[in-house]
Nanobody, 126 residues
Framework: VQLQASGGGLVQAGDSLRLSCAAS????????MGWFRQAPGKEREFVAA????????FYADVVKGRFAISRDNAKTKMYLQMNSLKTEDTAVYFC????????????????????WGQGTLVTVSS
């Protein structure tokens, strides 16, 4: 399974941006879906997760209230709506997924995800 992330770009602080993620050859119907990001010189960090079972969403504290993860009703794509962007949100954003859900306590761990997209760059200027 290959994931394809898109929608990154250059925006100003305070702007909004929506990232998309599609899966090649199948619907986006994974047990667990998530977004991670990696800023220059930093490790990859968890951003948000969506649990298919109950529609549960889970966010990193630094994006809570500003970002929203979702999936379209046709289950073709996953999205990350990013509002009130800050310069510290600048990073390469990766979408990720796995077939079977895991407990919430494990959802922020990159090692739990099987499939990864190639990343899309988001640059937020001041």
């Amino acid at each position: 399974v290959q994931l394809q992330a898109s929608g990154g770009g250059l925006v100003q602080a305070g702007d909004s941006l929506r990232l998309s993620c599609a899966a090649s050859g199948r619907t986006f119907n994974f047990g667990l879906m998530g977004w991670f990001r990696q800023a220059p010189g930093k490790e990859r960090e968890f951003v948000a997760a969506l649990d298919r079972g109950g529609g549960h969403t889970f966010y990193a504290d630094v994006v809570k209230g500003r970002f929203a993860i979702s999936r379209d009703n046709a289950k073709t794509k996953m999205y990350l709506q990013m509002n009130s962007l800050k310069t510290e949100d600048t990073a390469v954003y990766f979408c990720a997924a796995r077939e079977v859900r895991v407990p919430v306590s494990a959802q922020r761990s990159a090692s739990q995800y099987t499939y990864w997209g190639q990343g899309t760059l988001v640059t937020v200027s001041s």
